[in-house]
Every structure is written in C-alpha cells, then in structure tokens.
C-alpha cells in the first residue's frame, strides 16, 4: 500500500520552463490537496479538489494550475516557473469529514522540491 | 476566515524535560478539527495528534497530550518526557465542515537538548 505518491521528487528548472508535479494515492480518498512549504511560512494552500472533476482555489494559487481527472490523481501544473515558485510541494489527501469513522487527519506524500532558476 | 497562529517559531527543552507548544485558532465554527503534525528532517509529515472540538476531553497519545481550551481558541501541545527524536518541526492544523480547506499554521521548530 503506496499512500500518497508524488512525482517527481526534485526538479530544477529555469524561468519560464514548465512542468507538472504528480500526486497519485491509493487510498481511494475523495479530497486532494496541494500545499507549498517555505520556511518561516508554514504550510500554505494552493489547490485543492474535493472530487474528481473539481478543484478550488486554496491561499496561493496565483501562477498554479490543477487538474483531478482520476479520483487517485491530482496534477498541479506551473505554466511559466517563476524563481518565487522555488519551494517544497506537498500533496495531500484524506476522507470528508462527513464519512462515518472517518478520523479528519491528511495522508501527505513525501515532498517534491522545486528549484526555478 | 479561519486562521492558525503559532507565536513559539523555535524553542528548546532539556531531554526529559516538558514542553508546551502553543498554537491558537480563529473561527466562527463549532464543530471542527484540530491537528498536531510533526515533521522530522525527513521532511516526511506525521500526524502526532487530533482533537474533535465536541469532545470536552483532552486527546492524549503516549507522551503527547493537549490542552483544548474550546473558549479561548488555544490548542496547546505537551510533550512530556523529552526525547531526541522529538526534534523536529511541529505545526498546528485545523480543519472544519464548512469549505473543506485545511490551514496550517507557520511552525515550531523544536530543539532537545541533550
């Protein structure tokens, strides 16, 4: 049992490149999530999908763009890389709270880290 | 909209000793969630602890317990007997029914000294 699974785990790119970071979860979770991890600022919202065929935009989505065709996969795609966009990525998922016996915690993947040059 | 204030970005304890993470919340909601993640240098996320806001009882898990004060909006972390695998950073989640969204707060980083 994988989890959560995010593809690739590094990348550099240089500004204005694109590329499109993979989540992929087995847990047949109906919310996915993206968050970005600066230092000093936590972990902060980018999008976030609540099933397949719909995403909304979290706390900092400027620059970012997410697609959930599948249930177990959630893209989150950088059109134009910027250097402000060097971070480390984390995906997320995890149940509705409304499920029955469903604990509320997130199932994180390891972390993709992003370098734009 | 709901908001997560951690005020400690770093503290240190003697190994074996206590320490009080704290981390207050703002919402209009009564019925919600709320998390204690930690993340070691692995950079890997785990969740140490959860509180569901209708239950008036404090979660405890092992050496880990909270202090849940519904009225005030403060959600404190103890950690009881300090040890070297708690360095990490730690970071206060809250999660409710109404948009779905899961916001965190900034983090503590933790340092036991030895």
């Known amino acids: 049992n994988a989890g959560v699974t995010q593809t690739p785990k590094f990348r550099v790119l240089k500004t204005g490149q694109s590329m499109t970071l993979l989540c992929a979860q087995d847990?047949?979770?109906?919310?996915m999530y993206w968050y970005r991890q600066d230092p000093g600022m936590g972990l902060r919202l980018i999008h976030y999908?609540?099933?397949?065929?719909?995403?909304a935009k979290g706390e900092v989505p400027d620059g970012y763009n997410v697609s959930r065709l599948k249930k177990q996969n959630f893209l989150l795609g950088l059109e134009s890389a910027a250097p402000s966009q060097t971070s480390v990525y984390f995906c997320?998922?995890?149940?509705?709270?409304?499920?029955?016996?469903?604990?509320?915690?997130?199932?994180f993947g390891e972390g993709s880290r992003l370098t734009v040059l | 909209a709901q908001t997560v204030t951690q005020s400690q970005p770093e503290m240190s304890v003697q190994e074996a000793e206590t320490v009080t993470l704290s981390c207050t919340y703002d919402?209009?909601?009564?019925?919600?969630?709320l998390f204690w993640y930690k993340q070691p240098p692995s950079r890997q996320m785990i969740l140490v602890i959860r509180?569901?806001?209708?239950?008036?009882q404090n979660a405890t898990e092992n050496r880990f317990s909270v202090n849940f004060q519904k009225a005030a909006k403060s959600f404190s972390l103890k950690i009881s007997d300090s040890q070297l695998g708690d360095a990490a950073m730690y970071f206060c989640?809250?999660?409710?029914?109404?948009?779905?969204?899961?916001?965190f707060g900034k983090g503590t980083r933790l340092h036991i000294l030895p």
């Open positions: 919402t209009s909601e009564s019925d919600y969630y």
């Open positions: 847990m047949n979770h109906e919310y």
């Open positions: 509180q569901e806001a209708y239950k008036q």
């Open positions: 999908s609540v099933g397949e065929g719909t995403t």
């Open positions: 989640a809250y999660r409710d029914n109404r948009d779905d969204k899961i916001i």
């Open positions: 997320a998922s995890s149940y509705p709270l409304y499920y029955i016996l469903n604990t509320g915690e997130l199932f």
